[in-house]
């Protein structure tokens, strides 16, 4: 067969699409003994998916109250065969001419969307494929600001063969994106020979929850249009921006405050994955500015694009307006309301979180937990424990591409307000046992009991060490940690 | 910007998608003036889309007597939190199992599937591309046999970089694929030096309307497992087969005839698109024998997953065995009805089809109204004779790489009787008006008056040339041909 493919080599391998990280594995043991409230309270809680629960209920009402919306109801079975026959790549007009208003709504409507550059593709999955195929040739690069969204490497690199190189972000700034990191990877890039055709942000940021400050976003589409790069703005969080400051989308920025920006060179990724809780639908949208990349993204939604009995419930739903104005009021206070709880929660035990105003998610700083030097390995060893021990699926920095060590990000967003208590409880009894341990062993160590204190220090060592196999986890006992939490 | 990159330069240069062809190009005519039964009777009647139109409305009906399958009914809402929500790549497990079944169902039976092979993609467009992504690398090839459908042009080729060649087949043996011709393009690939990773052939075939005999596809079967390439069977048009002899799937071949076959070798595309005539919905399905390609592909149908809210409604419908095997039934006794009357209106004025037994669409030879010598070029003027005048957006056999000119495909199941009606009168029209030119010329050459006969031929030939410009015949008043024929 001339020799296997390299594709299906590249994912044996694991390589190109992030299978075999840390980020998946947690799911694993999710997969394995997934926690249920009534049915199974010592099961591993999932705190690794960013999805969006909490408003669900506000759009089930909706479908209800508009039958006419479904083509597979009484009221709106006449549009059943011109719904279900429908196969232009352009989509529905009324379902463009929906989204390019709600993509206006979302964004205070500080910015306009022309509903003809509304190209759909399969979620943000899709969305950041199709910007990777039509921007960049094999090789070439997108530069990244850390930490960043792990799926970036399958959705833009896997097929398309580009590479991602990381603006390399820091806590000392609360990991803000600046001048000086992005040209210092741009000008590495180059001295190593590689072409960047562009930057890729998330804004707000997936893993952080903090939205790009206008002045950042400015300092991008000026940095984009002097150096000739393509600037994509993943803004498939902007519906989720639940507390001040508020959200600024780069398609308001370019339309006030760069005007001399180059339009050809800026891109949005959008999705109603996140904002509505929808992942299921698989609606991702690209929103170029460029109308080249326009022509050549509609040409490849083919591959993706959006069941045409989706695109006509949303497109009723989006149309609302009124509706949206409330969901989007009831859904930032719902968010602010568990980011709250969450963080609030952890403080009581002296954890913090980065201070966030969007998003589904925490990013906890677990720094003080690390045994040892503060290394990627230590943070995958508490890891494991958190997973196993705990039995909390949170994500390590490390998947994120974060080059800090003891950061994690928990999403809270996924679950009702019961099981985010037991979450919390389980972190919280986590974080107070290790504390007294940690205070034990100073005290031994104040009265010159060193060898006691290794001996007794063990008792946190054995835990680690049973479970940096995850099969040992599994075979082992229920965790008592989890017992005194539910 | 270090170039433009080359898939959006292959695009605006019109490779790699068939973009620029004539099967497009005709789709231009029909969405500038675009027939109405009630209110353009004058216009361009579509009959270049192989949609099925004919048997949709059993579907609304089953959907209205059904609303618990939708999630947007009273009845139906409680799994809208859950279907929203869902986006495991594996799909919803009621969906494969119903998709598993109903496989076997529309083949009759006869060979079983697994619904841990059932991988989806967006529409078959989606399932090409993966599988040419997962059994290629880019520069090698699948011998394809002529004529074929032009989108593979674009789902095979155009992002993954692969290559299709053709395996030439010919009206002599009506168009079927001979082993003799397999090895010819087989071997002129090697000595090509390209190295060739699958045979991709559309069982039934699109745009011939046949089925491939049991024989041929054991030939098929055991080649491929003694040369070491990947069979790829295209089988959208299963449940479209509407008169004997039946459909023989390679998944039943592979069962019963050749057991040794290598099932690591043999790939199966599938849709409800064709079959179910719901183009809209994007139901496209990898089924492969082969356990790596199912977990390559299935990492992939991240970009191209079904709305779980089309899943769940299909799950439904598709488990419903009694509807699936009253719809097959129903479906295939319109299928023929329309076919049967279609090719006897074109016999009455001596036009004749390929013989076939499935399909959405007729294989019509028009070989005897080419002018001059039999070239693509005359193919081409023909056909744009039939798009500008006669106002019939059909497809010329060139756009399917048929290296006979004279041959174009005609779709007949995307409208009502009554257009079809209308159509199959333009078409009866057009070829009695030149039937009686061509008498005319002749008596003129038997009597000797050939400059007389020149120049009344220059009536016909003015027309076409006249249409030689697409504007041109925009521009021209409405064709006397349509008046007649509405």
């Given at each position: ?441 100073q005290r031994w160590a104040a009265k010159g009991q060193l060898h006691l204190s290794l001996q007794r220090h063990a008792g946190i060592a054995s835990q680690y060490h049973a479970l940096s196999s995850p099969m040992a986890a599994l075979l082992s006992p229920r965790s008592p940690l989890v017992h005194a939490a539910s």
């Amino acid at each position: 067969m001339g020799g296997k493919p390299e594709l299906l080599s590249r994912m044996a391998a694991g390589d190109g699409h992030g299978e075999n990280s840390s980020y998946f594995d947690g799911w694993k043991a999710y997969d394995e003994n997934p926690f249920d409230l009534h049915h199974n309270r010592g099961g591993v809680i999932q705190m690794g998916l960013a999805e969006n629960q909490l408003s669900l209920d506000l759009i089930e009402e909706w479908s209800k109250n508009h039958p006419e919306a479904s083509i597979c109801t009484a009221e709106g079975a006449s549009q059943f065969k011109r719904i279900a026959n429908f196969q232009d790549y352009h989509g529905l007009p009324e379902f463009r001419q929906a989204m390019a208003q709600f993509m206006g709504q979302v964004r205070g409507w500080k910015a306009t969307f022309d509903p003809d550059r509304v190209v759909m593709s399969g979620g943000a999955t899709g969305a950041q494929e199709t910007l990777a195929f039509c921007l960049a040739n094999p090789g070439e690069a997108f530069l990244v600001p850390t930490p960043y969204y792990p799926g970036f490497d399958r959705d833009c690199c896997w097929r398309s063969g580009i590479k991602l190189l990381p603006i390399e972000c820091h806590s000392s700034n609360d990991f803000r994106l600046t001048k000086e990191a992005l040209v210092t990877a741009y000008e590495r890039a180059r001295s190593d020979g590689i072409v960047v055709k562009g930057i890729l942000i998330t804004n707000p940021s997936n893993p952080l929850g903090t939205t790009t400050d206008r002045a950042t976003l400015a300092m991008l589409a000026t940095f984009a249009t002097e150096h000739r790069v393509h600037l994509i703005c993943d803004e498939i969080y902007a519906g989720s921006v639940f507390v001040k400051p508020e959200f600024v989308s780069i398609a308001e920025v370019i339309e006030h405050d760069v005007p001399g920006a180059d339009r050809d060179l800026i891109h949005i990724a959008y999705s109603l994955s996140k904002d509505f809780g929808l992942p299921g639908f698989r609606v991702g949208i690209v929103y170029s500015f460029n109308d080249a990349v326009v022509a050549c993204a509609r040409k490849m939604s083919s591959f993706g694009l959006v069941s045409s009995q989706t695109q006509h419930f949303l497109a009723k739903m989006l149309g609302d307006e009124e509706f949206m104005a409330m969901f989007l009021r009831e859904s930032a206070a719902r968010l602010a309301a568990r980011n709250e709880r969450f963080t609030a929660g952890l403080r009581e035990v002296g954890i913090g979180c980065l201070r966030s105003n969007a998003g589904l998610f925490s990013w906890m700083d677990l720094r003080g937990m690390l045994r040892g030097e503060k290394t990627a390995e230590a943070e995958l060893e508490l890891w494991r424990v958190i997973v196993r021990k705990v039995k909390l699926n949170v994500s390590p920095g490390t998947s994120f591409h974060c080059r800090e060590p003891g950061w994690f990000r928990v999403c809270h967003a996924n679950m009702d307000d019961e099981t985010m208590e037991v979450a919390l409880d389980r972190i919280r009894v986590f974080v107070r046992q290790h504390q007294r341990q940690q205070a034990k062993a100073q005290r031994w160590a104040a009265k010159g009991q060193l060898h006691l204190s290794l001996q007794r220090h063990a008792g946190i060592a054995s835990q680690y060490h049973a479970l940096s196999s995850p099969m040992a986890a599994l075979l082992s006992p229920r965790s008592p940690l989890v017992h005194a939490a539910s």
